[in-house]
């Protein structure tokens, strides 16, 4: 049963239901061994933050920064910050100093928690240009601190600030007074346009948020919940802290790159992910398949068909299944299936929600296939992450986003774009009194930039409002749409359509190198580096031939018409993406423009 109350007093509040059993399972920076907190312990070490801080003199409704990776002592902060009603401030690992100074300035922070070397480096050089700034506090014991930094502190020094609780009283009325209306967090978004605008998310929202995911996902105590993505993700936020109402445990992972690794050890039941982590998933099964020998491959295909006719004809449909057809699903789960699962280290797995970005239907349809039961959904940042989601035991449409949140308001507007009111709707960003103005309508709906539609009950996304793409024949492209269709092949790990003013449809590709550079070997191709290698001819035509196929149920004037494969990938640190992987298009066209031009000469 969930637990309803505010976030100030939540660790306390499960501590007194479940008491010693296991709350978190972790590891420390740069340690190899998983170790587990109980809510006992974690509510205690939470307590033992706000008494810290408050000693070292952050004040209620302060903000305070978290510049670090996921982290059992990120937790630990965030809760502890929660407990005498200042607020947090989460900042991407990967944020440039740029970025951080930027917040740092228009948030007025004087304390960073910083995860390990690389955002201590970073948020050092802020002391000179951030006049506000008044101390570090790091929760990685190895990083080096600067001989020249007085101004820097250990996590564990300054939770020795709290020992014995001393302002434990002071702590508990702070606890108790929080409002609907405090800020939580103040969640600055990385955009793929313009400044990084913050978007405040209040303790209501996130009470309303919890109340109407409890009616359409079945949480309980016995789910395992891997925290995969950054806490900074409002995706991961959202979706963490509602397990936690609902008494799971959760697995906190600092090495996002050790995420298979993580689910092998763990065996979670649950866990929020991006589209792409699955279509990863679906590129290495079908890599497997291509490899098998004919008996295997046949034997597999059979277990396909009979997977998708279970699942996505009847199952998704809410249609009773006939009896033969659950026997033979019933022997295909119970093997073939079950051991791909057991490979990821799903023994157990109970659902998955997944949102952030287009969903490929050829995707969404194989997961479900393998008994995987993937939950679409949308959601932004200024609406508490979940707007829509499909509902464990209830009909769902491959290709939708789900069924609304219970208690959000979603109208389509004239011009087809979404518009979202309720009480997980954010009142607006930090400082923008003039972008405030602009982002809702008259009446109160949020604008989300989406472009969609209800039918039947379920919502669906047709194009991003600001992305769309006119070309110079007048026809209107969705290059997201298009990239979804692209990405399912295992030989492309990155794609930026280019469409805009232009004559036609054309992109550049990031190949998967690893996949590419085995083909090109088992085919007979030298090559002397991988500008050699996406220049080859021959691997440009099979390239070319595999986007023919993807892209056969597209109009004629979407279709991808010239591509260039590209040596190296998209970045960060050279602006092409956000923290959150999305593709920064005015950037890139801007970087590749001579190369662009190139794809459109006569």
């Not at 974690?42 to 008494?51: E, I, L, P």
């Not at 009283?169 to 969640?187: A, Q």
């Not at 989300?448 to 006119?470: A, Q, V």
Request: proline residues 4%; charged residues 25%.
């Amino acid at each position: 049963m969930q637990t309803r109350c505010h976030l100030s007093v939540l660790l306390n509040e499960q501590a007194k239901i479940y008491g010693d059993r296991e709350a978190y399972i972790y590891k420390d920076f740069g340690g190899k061994e998983w170790k587990s907190m109980s809510w006992n312990e974690a509510s205690h070490q939470a307590k033992r933050v706000s008494n810290a801080m408050l000693n070292i003199g952050i004040r209620p409704k302060e903000n305070v920064a978290i510049f670090s990776q996921n982290s059992i002592q990120y937790v630990l902060t965030d809760f502890g910050a929660w407990g005498i009603r200042a607020t947090t401030i989460p900042f991407y690992a990967t944020s440039s100093e740029d970025q951080i100074a930027f917040m740092v300035n228009d948030a007025h922070i004087r304390f960073i928690f910083v995860g390990d070397q690389e955002q201590y480096n970073k948020a050092r050089h802020l002391f000179s240009i951030c006049h506000g700034l008044e101390k570090l506090i790091i929760y990685n014991n190895n990083v080096r601190i600067s001989t020249h930094d007085p101004l820097s502190i250990y996590f564990d020094d300054f939770l020795k600030m709290g020992d014995g609780l001393p302002r434990q009283t002071e702590v508990d009325k702070l606890s108790n007074e929080v409002e609907d209306d405090d800020l939580m967090c103040i969640l600055y978004t990385s955009g793929t346009t313009g400044a990084s605008k913050g978007v405040m998310l209040t303790q209501g929202q996130a009470k309303a948020a919890f109340l109407a995911n409890d009616k359409a996902l079945p949480l309980t105590p016995k789910d395992r919940i891997l925290n995969f993505l950054p806490y900074t993700h409002i995706f991961e936020k959202g979706w963490g802290l509602l397990c936690m109402t609902e008494g799971c445990t959760s697995i906190v992972l600092t090495d996002t790159k050790a995420v298979q690794e993580a689910m092998r050890e763990t065996h979670p039941t649950c866990m929020c992910s991006v589209p792409r982590f699955w279509e990863k998933v679906y590129a290495a099964v079908q890599a497997q398949i291509d490899n098998a020998g004919p008996v295997k491959q046949a034997i597999f295909k059979n277990a396909l068909k009979i997977g998708h006719k279970y699942n996505i004809e009847y199952k998704s449909k809410g249609k009773r299944v006939p009896l033969d057809l659950e026997l033979e699903y019933k022997v295909v789960n119970n093997t073939i299936f079950s051991l791909i699962r057991k490979e990821m280290g799903l023994v157990n797995p109970h659902f998955f929600p997944t949102a952030g970005a287009a969903v490929s239907p050829k995707v969404e349809e194989f997961i479900h296939t393998i008994g995987i039961n993937m939950m679409v959904g949308y959601g932004l940042t200024e609406s508490f992450a979940t707007a829509s989601n499909d509902h464990v035991d209830e009909p769902y449409t491959v290709g939708s986003i789900g069924r609304p949140l219970p208690g959000l308001d979603i109208k389509i507007a004239e011009d087809g774009e979404i518009l979202l009111k309720g009480p997980t709707i954010t009142k607006g960003y930090y400082n923008r009194p003039d972008l405030n103005a602009q982002s809702f309508t008259e009446d109160g709906y949020f604008r989300t930039g989406d472009i969609g539609h209800l039918t039947n009950g379920e919502l669906y996304i047709t194009d991003r409002k600001k992305d769309l793409f006119k070309t110079s024949n007048g026809k209107y492209i969705a290059p997201q749409m298009i990239e979804s269709k692209i990405l399912v092949d295992k030989y492309v790990e990155q794609i930026c359509v280019i469409a805009d003013e232009r004559k036609f449809v054309s992109a550049l590709i990031v190949p998967a190198y690893e996949v590419l550079e085995k083909w090109a070997t088992d085919n007979g191709i030298s090559f002397k580096d991988r500008e050699e290698l996406c220049a080859n001819e021959k691997v440009h035509a099979m390239v070319a031939e595999r986007i023919d196929t993807l892209q056969q149920s597209l109009a004629h004037y979407e279709m991808i018409k010239h591509f260039v494969l590209l040596p190296h990938h998209f970045s960060m640190e050279r602006g092409e993406l956000t923290n959150t992987l999305k593709i920064k298009r005015n950037v890139v066209a801007a970087s590749y423009k001579e190369l662009i031009d190139k794809l459109y000469v006569e």
